[in-house]
C-alpha cells in the first residue's frame, strides 16, 4: 500500500489506465486537451460541467477511488460531511500537487 496518499493506510486503491500506461504527464495533458476542447464545444467559451470532470480525471487516473471506513482527516473530509461510513472517497493520484 502507498503510505504518501491520504486517508486509512489498509484502504484499497482502483487505479485506472493512462497513469499506468503513459504516466502522469500523458494523463494530465490529456485532461487539460479534454477540458478546452468541453469548455469551447461550440466554438465559444463556456463552463465545463463538474461532474464530468470528475468522470473523466477518474478515467485517466488522475483521481483514485479508495473505500474507506473512518473520516480520512479531523479538519477537510468531505465525506464525513456528506454521509455514512463506509464510502468511497476520490484522492488525487500520487504525483499531481
Given amino acids: 500500500m502507498d ?26 495533458a490529456e485532461f487539460g ?14 463552463d465545463i460541467d463538474g461532474g464530468s470532470v470528475q468522470s473523466k480525471a477518474l478515467e485517466l487516473g488522475l483521481l483514485i477511488e479508495r473505500e474507506v471506513t473512518e473520516p480520512c482527516s479531523e479538519v477537510s473530509c468531505v465525506c464525513a460531511e ?13 504525483g499531481i500537487e
Fill in 82 to 94: 456528506a454521509g455514512d461510513f463506509p464510502a468511497t472517497c476520490l484522492f488525487l493520484a500520487p
Fill in 3 to 28: 503510505s504518501s496518499l491520504p486517508g486509512p493506510p489498509d484502504a484499497p486503491i482502483t487505479a485506472k489506465k493512462l497513469v499506468e500506461t503513459e504516466g502522469t504527464e500523458a494523463a494530465l
Fill in 33 to 46: 486537451a479534454w477540458c478546452l476542447k468541453e469548455a469551447r464545444g461550440d466554438g465559444y467559451a463556456g
